[in-house]
């Protein structure tokens, strides 16, 4: 009774009001979904206006709509990018046969195991962001960390959406589940790793949304290309929204750095003095969230992974590229530890998948920080951000339990116990950044240790209202 959802209510271009099935499953799940936002969603800012950006079609131009809305009133849509007639498996055991409408029963528990671990994640990111409003540098930034939150919201929808449409009450409980899980709880943690890490302050926010979302979009990315078809239309259109989410964790990052060149030529050196943020601690807030981000793609060597590619669920970044898309008899040269030593050997591509996709995440992290340094070379600063050896800070996958330098270099317990602090964040240096952590909330006004952005949202100038007070 009363809670009838409408096109209107939730946009969507998968005909929500002329499917009764689903629309009874949503509507069962939609208020718990809103406790949960309520509950665990940004605190202390649901009933303020905010300036966020709703998706309301899949068309290029004009896909999505701006305005002032209270974050519980934010219209969550679901959208599917549009069917392409005859699309055929593009890589895999099924290669160039047509693609599937619906989950075969053969297949149906791996991918509801990689549609659970992609919705887990929405979710835990709110989570894990929902005190930072509290500290926000700026009226832009606050809208910014809402606009993200909000979209992981919508992703979850449209991964439940696929869960109440094909896996029937199997897939509703799993739903259920998603809103029942909480980011870093020691009885009933999120799924993956990082998604119980706090985010406890802005800086740590910035490299979250440069690092681990961008996981987000080589995970998408490879379900993209996925022979399930709802799938890869549904992940194609969420990674439209998940570039605005790299954009503000590489533009945050890059604003600090441009601000703390400016305070070490200010303080001959020593931007810490001025209220700013030094480049040493910078990098290790680098080193944390990148080497937590490696984490999320996997075991370098993996059957799962195979699996995924052989049953056409889980395909490469951009399967086009590639020549061969069977990947039977072809080899993967990567590093290996054996027997304590590292290797470099050939391995079975299907079974060298997530390091296949790391290895892209990499370059693409790479160009995202060869942009940072051009910033802090423009400021006559000699320092250079490095993103450390995929081996460095481990704790999924082969390289976890050896110990390595952001250099690569393998090193005993004791000594990388004795030295984690010159290459991670230690308490202290947590504790310094926390204490810089003081919210700015007059319009066009910016925290000390940030530069502002370079224009504003939506072609707005800077000092716009992004949030009402
Ligand atoms: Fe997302
Ligand atoms: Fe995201």
């Known amino acids: 009774m009363g ?40 605190l202390g800012w649901q009933e303020r206006d905010i300036y966020l950006r709703t998706a309301v079609s899949v068309e290029t131009d004009g896909w999505a709509h701006f305005d002032h809305v209270k974050m519980p009133d934010y219209r969550w849509g679901i959208f599917l990018e549009p ?7 593009g890589f895999g055991d099924f290669y160039g046969q047509p693609v599937w ?22 979710p835990a990111s709110v989570e894990q962001q929902r005190d930072l409003g509290a500290t926000a540098p700026s009226l832009y930034d606050l809208r910014n ?31 259920e589940e998603l809103l029942a899980r909480r980011s870093g709880d020691a ?29 987000g979009k080589y995970q998408l990315s490879a379900l993209a290309e996925s022979g399930f078809d709802p799938l890869a239309r549904t992940c194609r259109f969420m990674l439209t929204e998940e570039a605005h989410h790299m954009f503000v964790g590489e533009s945050g ?23 700013g943020i030094d480049l040493a601690t910078v ?16 075991g370098e060597v993996s059957s799962n992974a195979a699996d995924a590619f052989a049953a056409g669920i889980k395909g490469r970044y951009k399967e086009d590229r590639y020549d061969e898309h069977k990947l039977v008899g072809s080899h993967f040269a990567m590093d290996v530890l054996e027997g304590g030593k590292v290797v470099h050997k050939d391995v079975p591509m299907r079974n060298a998948l997530n390091e296949v996709l790391r290895t892209e995440y990499i370059k693409d992290c790479q160009r995202g920080v060869d942009r940072w340094n051009k ?73 000390n240790w940030v530069a502002p952005p370079l224009r504003g949202i939506n072609g707005l100038p800077e000092d716009f209202e992004y949030v009402r007070l």
């Open 253 to 275: 990052v890059q604003r600090v750095l441009k601000r703390s060149c400016e305070l070490m030529k200010e303080t001959d050196g020593d931007p810490r003095s001025a209220g």
């Open 283 to 298: 990098q290790k807030y680098a080193n944390l969230w990148f080497t937590l981000s490696l984490d999320l793609f996997g």
């Open 101 to 122: 409408d619906e989950v075969p029963g053969e297949f149906r528990n791996l991918m509801k195991r990689l549609i659970v671990t992609q919705g887990d994640t929405e």
């Open 375 to 447: 910033t802090i070379k423009d400021e006559g600063i000699d320092f250079e951000i490095k993103l450390p050896s995929h081996k460095f800070h481990r704790q999924i996958g082969m390289w976890a339990g050896s110990y390595f330098t952001p250099a690569g270099e393998q090193l005993d317990a004791a000594t990388y116990a004795a030295r984690r602090g010159e290459w991670l964040p230690s308490e202290a240096d947590e504790v310094y950044i926390k204490s810089l952590m003081k919210p700015v909330y007059e319009r066009g006004k910016m925290a």
């Open 83 to 89: 069917k392409k007639e005859g699309r055929t498996h």
């Open 187 to 215: 009885d009933k943690p999120r799924i993956l790793g990082a998604f119980n890490e706090p985010t406890s302050h802005w800086l740590s926010f910035y490299m979250f949304t440069m690092f681990t979302d961008r996981d």
């Open 3 to 42: 809670n009838v959802l409408t096109d209107e209510k939730i946009p969507n271009n998968v005909n929500l009001s002329g499917d009764k099935r689903l629309q009874r499953a949503l509507e069962e799940w939609q208020p718990h979904f809103i406790d949960w936002w309520k509950q665990m969603g940004p």
């Open 145 to 175: 960390l809402f606009q993200v939150n909000v979209e992981e919201g919508r992703h979850l929808w449209a991964m439940v959406y696929l869960l109440h449409t094909y896996f029937g009450r199997d897939g509703r409980e799993e739903a």
